[in-house]
């Protein structure tokens, strides 16, 4: 069941279109990935989701709300962390989010309940009752976090959440988003690629105002472009016969031959993306019999698609 559903949305700033007629729907308990360059249209389409600026037409639903008629019930869904947490640095961990709590309406035991609760979920058993301008970085992006999901909010916004922070610091929030996305939609804003690839189910790019990819993370790592590469490496073999050999199997371009290197070489084969020829390959090979010190077929980081799609480089 869809928990968003963007239709159509368009927004003109003057005669620039910074989202250009873009459809989406995304599922409850699903951490999405959304990138782009900067211009793509990323801010905006979250400050329309948030209610913060109305759209030039289309509209957004989330759940039963549109950001037309029903802003304010859509505001209460949402949690909100922006790249540098809005702290109070000189309250405690435990003082700050029971002002947070305050302000959310929470009384009484339900705000002591959800004080421990969000201390337990974000890892701040530790320093509850330390200064916040005491914390690291990603202690602080940890209490943000907590203030954002302080509302119990069906659907969390994170933007760039480990921007800044060291390796450790950087696996430990990226468990934190997974528990969370169990149970709650999250939508991921990041210029990392490596961390939608760690962290994110899904990943929407945007380019120009339009969604230009659409996918599962592993399926656009593997989708392919106009070819595909497969890297060899063989003993007993002349380049001359292992290159007839093999362009001679269907879905084969080319094969080129690096020199040798300890009685081995390297081969680069350039292959259909549409047609599988590992075993093609395999067979040809056994039937000369020569040595496989490598087989393996190239996977294309998430870089390279996001590159291809959005034409940086």
């Not at 909100?80 to 809005?86: I, R």
């Not at 659409?214 to 656009?220: I, N, P, S």
Request: with cysteine; aromatic share 6%.
């Amino acid at each position: 069941m869809a928990m968003i559903r963007i239709n159509n949305l368009t927004k003109y700033y003057g005669d620039f279109c910074a989202v250009n007629n873009i459809s989406l729907e995304i599922k409850k308990g699903e951490v999405l990935g959304l990138l782009g360059p900067n211009g793509a249209g990323k801010t905006t389409t979250l400050r329309i989701l948030t209610c913060y600026m109305p759209p030039t037409s289309g509209t957004i639903t989330v759940g039963d709300y549109n950001i037309h008629d029903h802003p304010l019930e859509i505001k209460r869904m949402i949690g909100y962390l922006p790249e540098s947490a809005p702290l109070y640095h000189d309250m405690l961990v435990y003082d700050y989010l029971g002002f947070v709590a305050d302000i959310r309406g929470l009384k009484d035991n339900r705000k002591e309940e959800r004080i421990r609760e969000l201390s337990q979920t974000c890892g701040l058993k530790e320093v509850m009752h330390r200064p916040i301008g005491e914390l690291s970085k990603g202690y602080k992006q940890r209490v943000g976090l907590a203030h954002a999901m302080m509302g119990d909010p069906e659907i969390l916004i994170l933007d760039e959440p480990t921007s800044g922070l060291d390796p450790n610091q950087i696996v430990e929030i990226r468990e934190i988003i997974k528990r969370i996305g169990r149970e709650r939609t999250v939508i991921l804003s990041t210029h990392i690629l490596s961390e939608v690839e760690a962290t994110c189910d899904r990943v929407v790019i945007l380019h120009r105002g339009r969604i230009v990819a659409d996918d599962r993370t592993e399926a656009l790592r593997t989708s392919a472009g106009d070819r595909r590469n497969i890297r060899l490496t063989l003993q007993g073999a002349k380049a001359e016969d292992v290159s007839k050999v093999l362009s001679g199997i269907e879905g084969i371009y080319s094969v080129g031959a690096g020199g040798p290197e300890d009685g081995a070489i390297r081969f680069t084969l350039t292959c259909d993306p549409k047609k599988d020829v590992r075993a093609d390959i395999y067979r040809a090979i056994k039937a000369h019999d020569w040595i496989i010190l490598e087989f393996y077929q190239e996977t294309r980081t998430l870089e390279s698609v996001f590159r291809e799609l959005t034409g940086e480089g």
